[in-house]
């Protein structure tokens, strides 16, 4: 390997490890904020299933990353511009406070620099389209599932003591939780083996075959320790907006989130579409606020949030592209 691909994996894995800083609160935010484990044990419980997630899922979702750009485009420049526009929008997101998604700010800036390069023709129009979608469609999703899960048990549960439901609860959100944890391993992590994989195939060190998706298991354990870590970071900014601003859950309602999320994201790995654990646990966490009482949602704090899903794919995108329009100036090969 060349001294600029081992950087550009150095990179990669960077990245990885501020996903999950960056997204530790869509996994420990519920069962934080309903006091079920203090922050130090959730942040570890949500490591070990971030990271064992390799043994469960298939590896469809990076096959499908590291094809998102032409082959014939893709080059070690357009693949750290990509990382660096992604890595700097994590950055200011968390920054403020924000959940927004890593995902789409990997395939943002990645789109960026591509487009810069080569124009729209160099991306994947289908597999673009398929992710913008479910910009929308994840989020919803979750919402849905939370606001059925919330009813139906509501109904079974009737007039149950409150003091013994939330023991049990209390209980099962160490499930539920450990359930989204491996979700979000399992749909996150994906992303950067897809990214790497992209930068071994610009150096001919990785061949596409169609029909198979077989990811070098270097590269995901890699991965999956990589946000592990990061998870075990924990971004705590993003964990008091998650947990605590939007809606104040108790440990039934933080089952009911978890539980819809953790859902989404298995159905969207085994069809291999990257979607975003955030927009899908935040559309999980205002189901359930709205079920108790409509009021009880922060609709404010929710508006923002969804102000800064709409602005990260172009605005990672202009990062990556300045990010690969720079490096050119300077000579670096594209």
């Known amino acids: 390997m060349s001294l600029a691909l081992l950087a550009i994996i150095a990179l990669a894995l960077a ?20 006091r079920v484990l203090s922050p130090r044990i959730a942040v570890l419980w949500a490591a070990f299933f971030n990271f064992i997630a390799f043994l469960i899922f298939q590896t469809r979702v990076a096959s499908n990353i590291s094809k998102g750009v032409d ?6 420049t357009i693949v750290a511009s990509g990382l660096v526009g ?13 959940p927004t ?4 700010a990997l395939l943002g800036g990645l789109a960026g620099a591509a487009v810069v390069k080569a124009g729209f023709g160099a991306l994947d129009g289908h597999f673009f389209l398929t992710t913008a979608a479910f910009i929308v469609i994840s989020p919803a999703v979750g919402l849905a599932l939370a ?41 996150d992590a994906q992303k950067t083996m897809g990214i790497i994989v992209a930068a071994l195939a610009a150096e001919g060190l990785f061949q596409h075959t169609p029909g198979q998706s077989t990811i070098p298991l270097w590269v995901v354990l890699a991965c999956h320790a990589a946000m592990g870590v990061g998870t075990m970071s924990g971004g705590w900014r993003i964990v008091r907006t998650m947990g605590m601003r939007i809606t ?7 089952f009911c989130a978890e539980t819809s999320g953790a859902a989404s994201l298995f159905l969207a790995t085994a069809l291999g579409i990257p979607v975003s654990t955030t927009h899908t646990i935040t559309g999980a966490i205002v189901g359930t606020g ?16 969804v102000w800064a899903w709409v602005l990260t794919i172009p605005g990672s995108a202009a990062i990556g592209a300045l990010t690969y329009l720079a490096a050119r100036a300077i000579g670096i090969p594209g």
Do not use: C
């Open 147 to 187: 606001i059925g899960i919330m009813h139906a048990l509501i109904r079974s549960l009737g007039d149950k003591p409150p003091g013994r439901l939330e023991r049990i609860f209390r209980k099962l959100q160490l499930v539920s939780a450990a359930g989204y944890s491996l979700g979000h391993g399992g749909n």
């Open 101 to 104: 998604s890593s995902s789409h």
């Open 248 to 254: 104040k859950l108790t440990p039934i309602e933080g």
């Open 71 to 76: 082959p014939a485009v893709a080059t070690l």
């Open 290 to 305: 709205s079920v108790r009482k409509f009021s009880a949602v922060r609709w404010g704090v929710a508006g923002r949030i």
């Open 86 to 98: 992604a890595i700097v929008w994590d950055l200011l997101t968390w920054w403020w406070g924000l």
């Open 15 to 34: 990245f990885d490890f501020i996903n999950g800083f960056h997204d530790a609160a869509n996994s420990i935010a519920t069962v934080v904020s309903t």
